[in-house]
């Protein structure tokens, strides 16, 4: 076995600091994976491509398992563009807007419309923030609140759902960072595994009703309140409203209640086959089932449009390729990452890493570094997708080798990426957001950073504590203690939430 050594951490360490700098995650996992190919061909510049092309790229791309990953994730993408284009995505939301009669109500109602929205992190704030925005401005709620709303509940719910586009890019990785050190556990089964783990998903998602239920906000928040409610007394606010056009044009219910019964009804029966019939659920049965799933859906969604919009299959077909398309980037980020990781095992990179470490940081601590490097990161570059496309590649084989806890690691680089993803001011989702409510992107990066920052200090704390007693009950702990944070927080510090003006 040759030994790179320091050489070994270049292309890791070169595809983090380019991200870092020029925030393209592309350029900097493709730089990165062509300097590991420089090593490897002994820094012969033309031999460097036909390494890169010829024995890890393209060999990585004919892999079985990875061309079935691009080809479950190009099918997600044609589903969720057709349902949106339907009006599916709508008539989901404008159920959840039934029963509003308060401030409370109408966030309540904006939170939980968020989590039915579990298909789409990006589509979530373009449907919800256009549908709550007059029933905000009704009830003189803040714009900014809406948008941390909206903010709150894309990623964190859809980073905890296996069947989406999230769970089968993180499978994935998983199983090719499995595959580096020899592992053979199927990614489905890891995933479901680090779900309680998931720390920061959890705790952000469930921080929207604990905080609504003291009826107050505090800092940037309370402060963006004010703002608004003087602004709507001196009418110097203009808000966007819902024409009577648009209302009289409401899409059907069944436009998605159709699609989705489908769409799950078809994934639960082609699962329970296996479980009980064959020998068990691998991992392409999994992407099978979430393939055939979201294909029938799609089919569903195009009878749907031909019956109430007229729409040709032709159309409709065009449609579905026009989403597969959204999800190309997506696909390219995968393609550089089972590159890269391809190389770094050659390079043996993690266990140059591990060597590096040693007996200087105790294995118990190993999740907390990688949350905290997983946040700096991601904050950084914007990109969750992008931080754990590289931290994969390294952490895994060093968690590995280290005999430290692989399940907490694993989640610590979902935690940390997401944490930082989420108070990102770059980050897509968190632009998104701003759009979707109509607010100022600077007052919902720095109102939203104050909360968001009370769960990134609660998933330490659960980092620290499983480190050292690994328990799926950790999370209920952590429910309870981040509960009583923002009670007393609010207590202390906050003011009434919303009021009349």
Known sequence: MEDYGVLSILPPALSICLAIYTRNIIFSLALGAYSGALILANFNPLLAFAELLEKHA???????????????????????????????????????????SNPVRAQLAAWTTGLSVFFTDSGNALIVGP???????????????????????????????????????????????????????EPFAVLLSVWPYQFYAILALLSIPMILMTGKDFGPMARAQTRYNEALR????????????????????????????????????????????????????????????????SLACAYLMKKHKKATYKESINLFVRGMEKLVFICFVLVLAWTLSSLCRELHTGDYLATLIGDRI????????????????????????????????????????????????????????????????ISDTTVLASMGAGCAHIDHVSTQFTYAFINGVMTMLAFVVAGFYQSPMIILGMIILQFFAIKLIMNKFGHKASGEV
């Open 234 to 297: 001196e009418g110097t606010l203009e808000e966007e409203l819902i024409t009577e056009e648009e209302k009289k044009d409401a899409p059907r219910i069944s436009t998605v209640a159709l699609p989705l019964s489908i769409m799950l009804a078809t994934m639960v029966i082609y699962l329970t086959y296996f479980v009980y019939v064959e020998q068990g659920i691998k991992s392409i049965h999994v992407r099978a089932g979430i393939c055939l799933s979201y294909i029938f859906a």
């Open 362 to 425: 105790q294995p118990s601590f190993l999740p907390l570094i990688v949350f905290f490097l997983g946040a700096i990161m991601s904050f950084a570059t914007g990109s969750s997708y992008g931080t754990f496309a590289i931290l994969m590649i390294i952490v895994v084989p060093v968690a590995h080798t280290l005999d430290a806890p692989m399940i907490l690691t694993i989640a610590a680089v979902l935690s940390g990426g997401l944490f930082g993803d989420h108070t990102s001011p």
């Open 58 to 100: 393209f060999i990585q791309v004919s892999s079985g398992s990875n061309t079935q990953v691009i080809v479950v994730m190009l099918a997600i993408g044609g589903f969720i563009h057709m349902l949106d284009k339907s009006g599916g995505s709508r008539a989901f939301a404008s159920v959840m807007v039934t029963f509003i």
């Open 131 to 185: 549908l709550f925005k007059p029933v905000f401005r009704e009830l003189k709620i803040c714009r900014e609140k809406l948008a941390y709303i909206i903010d709150t509940t894309a990623a964190p719910l859809s980073i905890l759902i296996p069947f989406v586009g999230w769970g089968v890019y993180i499978m994935s990785l998983i199983e090719n960072a499995y595959g580096d050190v020899g592992l053979t556990d």
